[in-house]
């Protein structure tokens, strides 16, 4: 099956610092892939939608210049949040999907962030 | 635009017992599909079933079953023969043409002993 994986598991940073997750398909191509935030006992919350060799498209609210999303080829994805503060903290998952027009989306393990 | 509902924010049932999630959803889309997402403790999201909304016919995997009612907009998930691995959060996602995926506020299901 479509295997995605995300890297860290887990970082602690202190404030002000910048954090990188990475966003893999392992065994496909993804033409797009999604980043979403996860707040405790919530469900998953669409940050932005990047696509292979274009900016991402944002959803209301999320600042795109403190979440940059680069999806430089058709297998990685990369979300880095900038100046990372206590209220970033989250669990940050992302997903990718086949083409083909089904529609189903593979995910990532996520990542928790703790900001100091 | 397109919203999901799962109004159950916590259900339990006895293991080898059957439960059922209830999650609607509203578009004015025609074609369109629906989907069902555990979450375990871990996080991992992992896909239990997948509608499309053009079948008639109920998805069914293995112990999991959809009663999918097109008119009503509504897409309840069948577990039968409970185990305690089934443990986890359940989500309800609805996409359609390529766009991203919508889920539901999810709920949480206990298997008990």
């Known amino acids: 099956g479509a295997v995605v994986s995300q890297h860290p598991s887990r970082v602690i940073c202190k404030s002000g610092t910048s954090v990188k997750i990475e966003c893999r398909s392992l065994?496909?191509?993804?033409?797009?892939m999604f980043w979403y935030r996860q707040f405790p006992k919530q469900s998953l919350m669409l940050m932005a939608t990047s696509n292979e060799g274009s900016k991402a498209t944002y959803e209301q609210g999320v600042e795109k210049d403190k979440f940059l999303i680069n999806h430089a080829s058709l297998t990685l994805s990369t979300l880095t949040v900038t100046s990372a503060h206590p209220e970033d903290s989250s669990f940050y998952i992302c997903?990718?999907?086949?083409?083909?027009?089904?529609?189903?989306?593979?995910f990532g393990p996520g990542t928790r962030l703790t900001v100091l | 635009a397109q919203t999901v509902t799962q109004s159950q924010p916590e259900m339990s049932v006895q293991e080898a017992e059957t439960v059922t999630l209830s999650c609607t959803y509203d578009t004015s889309e025609s074609n369109y599909y629906l989907f069902w997402y555990k979450q375990p403790p871990s996080r991992q999201m992992i896909l239990v079933i997948r509608q499309e909304a053009y079948k008639q016919q109920n998805a069914t995997e293995n112990r999991f079953s959809v009663n999918f009612q097109k008119a009503a907009k509504s897409f309840s998930l069948k577990i039968s023969d409970s185990q305690l691995g089934d443990t986890a959060m359940y989500f309800c996602a609805f996409a359609y043409n390529n766009n991203d995926m919508r889920f539901g506020a999810g709920t949480r299901l206990t298997v008990k002993p």
């Open positions: 997903s990718a999907r086949l083409g083909g027009g089904n529609n189903e989306q593979f």
């Open positions: 065994d496909f191509q993804a033409t797009t």
